[in-house]
T-cell receptor
Framework: NAGVTQTPKFRVLKTGQSMTLLCAQD?????MYWYRQDPGMGLRLIHY???????AKGEVPDGYNVSRLKKQNFLLGLESAAPSQTSVYFC?????????????FGPGTRLTVL | AQSVAQPEDQVNVAEGNPLTVKCTYS??????LFWYVQYPNRGLQFLLK??????LVKGSYGFEAEFNKSQTSFHLKKPSALVSDSALYFC???????????????FGKGTKLSVIP
């Protein structure tokens, strides 16, 4: 089991460029999440998905879009990158939500927007 | 709304001494509480969680945490610190009664633990 994997590990973008971050999990989890981690701010939820074909907004969704076409994959898109989106992005998954489940995290993607 | 606070940005402790990393929370009902650890350049790893029952929860790597409802706290503890415990620790809370928001984990800002040899 690879668990939760993320690609790429690092990326540098120029302002206005677009990119997609890929998250994949092999644990057959229903729920998937995208977080961003900024110094001194902990992790903040961007978007999440409660199942294939569904997505919902989290705490800081502006400037991001997501898609969950397959149960095992959750994509995070930046249509027009801004320096404020420089961050470390973590994907997580869980078997069920809204209760006792544990979220399992990927290794992260470090994104720099110049 | 749910929130969590980690009042210490950094905790230093000598190897072999007991350690405590503090966490307080705010939710409207009974909380679900979690501790995660992050080693440099790695993702978050689950340590332990409190859902219900015994207030003392035991987790991975010898860590434990005590749920105190009256003080709304969930402090992480270990009897004897190791140098390898040096990492960033995050407390997180979920309010299971918050409707659609019950999916969301709210994280604290993190506490950097340094264990000195």
């Amino acid at each position: 089991n690879a668990g939760v994997t993320q690609t790429p590990k690092f990326r540098v973008l120029k302002t206005g460029q677009s990119m997609t971050l890929l998250c994949a999990q092999d644990m057959n989890h229903e729920y998937m999440y995208w977080y961003r981690q900024d110094p001194g701010m902990g992790l903040r939820l961007i978007h999440y998905s409660v199942g294939e074909g569904t997505t919902a907004k989290g705490e800081v969704p502006d400037g991001y879009n997501v898609s969950r076409l397959k149960k095992q994959n959750f994509l995070l898109g930046l249509e027009s990158a801004a320096p404020s989106q420089t961050s470390v992005y973590f994907c997580a998954s869980s078997y069920q939500a809204g209760g006792t489940d544990t979220q399992y995290f990927g290794p992260g993607t470090r994104l720099t927007v110049l | 709304a749910q929130s969590v606070a980690q009042p210490e940005d950094q905790v230093n402790v000598a190897e072999g001494n007991p350690l405590t990393v503090k966490c307080t929370y705010s939710v409207s009902g009974n909380p679900y509480l979690f501790w995660y650890v992050q080693y440099p350049n790695r993702g978050l790893q689950f340590l332990l969680k409190y859902i219900t029952g015994d207030n003392l929860v035991k987790g991975s790597y010898g860590f434990e945490a005590e749920f105190n409802k009256s003080q709304t706290s969930f402090h992480l503890k270990k009897p004897s610190a190791l140098v390898s415990d040096s990492a960033l620790y995050f407390c997180a809370v979920r309010d299971p009664y918050s409707g659609a928001g019950s999916y969301q984990l709210t994280f604290g800002k993190g506490t950097k633990l340094s264990v000195i040899p």
